[in-house]
T-cell receptor, first 117, second 115 residues
Framework: GAVVSQHPSRVICKSGTSVKIECRSL??????MFWYRQFPKKSLMLMAT?????????EQGVEKDKFLINHASLTLSTLTVTSAHPEDSSFYIC?????????????FGPGTRLTVL | AQSVTQPDIHITVSEGASLELRCNYS??????LFWYVQSPGQGLQLLLK??????LVQGIKGFEAEFKRSQSSFNLRKPSVHWSDAAEYFC?????????????FGGGTRLMVKP
């Protein structure tokens, strides 16, 4: 199966700082990656679609200036939470389809828990 | 717009008992359907998926799911639950023929297993 990693797995930061989360496809290339947010005891909500070499597509209600996405290569997408506030505390999960396994199947990273103090 | 409903937020079953987790979807046609499991501190793991063909799908860890078009359902089943099955289960739908498509998730069902 395909492997997707995220770094860091857990981060605590002060309010007002920016935090970068990396999502990597370890053994396949992904022209598209997805970023989800999961609130405690809630489901995953799609935030944005990360496209290699072009701008990300954001879901309605997601602030693109707050959640900066960069898909710099075929194996790496980054999500930067800018000027983080306590309400941004959440579990952020990325996923990527692996064309070799059928592009309609998503492989998920282990998630990054962000806590903003 | 597609949507997914998992009516049961929590389910508790005894170890060895059978299990059925419900999932209903709303979509204009037949979507791609998935079941994922999320254990504490772990990422989402794909249990099984349905794209087309046989409506009874076998997955990993002894799970199966049945697609019922008339009921817009894709319920997950397991004949005999093990304590290690305690986790959060998510049903998800995706749009067919959309390479690399994003998923819409249900609210999740938390499964607890009694010894």
């Amino acid at each position: 199966g395909a492997v997707v990693s995220q770094h860091p797995s857990r981060v605590i930061c002060k309010s007002g700082t920016s935090v970068k989360i990396e999502c990597r496809s370890l053994d396949f290339q992904a022209t598209t990656m997805f970023w989800y947010r999961q609130f405690p005891k809630k489901s995953l909500m799609l935030m944005a679609t990360s496209n290699e070499g072009s701008k990300a597509t954001y879901e309605q209600g997601v602030e693109k200036d707050k959640f900066l996405i960069n898909h710099a290569s075929l194996t790496l997408s980054t999500l930067t939470v800018t000027s983080a506030h306590p309400e941004d505390s959440s579990f952020y999960i990325c996923s990527a389809p692996n064309p070799g396994q059928g592009s309609d199947t998503q492989y998920f990273g282990p998630g990054t828990r962000l806590t903003v103090l | 717009a597609q949507s997914v409903t998992q009516p049961d937020i929590h389910i508790t079953v005894s170890e060895g008992a059978s299990l059925e987790l419900r999932c209903n979807y709303s979509y204009g046609a037949t979507p791609y359907l998935f079941w994922y499991v999320q254990s504490p501190g772990q990422g989402l793991q794909l249990l099984l998926k349905y794209f087309s063909g046989d409506t009874l799908v076998q997955g990993i860890k002894g799970f199966e799911a049945e697609f019922k078009r008339s009921q817009s359902s894709f319920n997950l089943r397991k004949p005999s639950v093990h304590w290690s099955d305690a986790a959060e289960y998510f049903c998800a739908v995706g749009a067919p023929n959309n390479a690399g498509n994003m998923l819409t998730f249900g609210g999740g069902t938390r499964l607890m297993v009694k010894p």
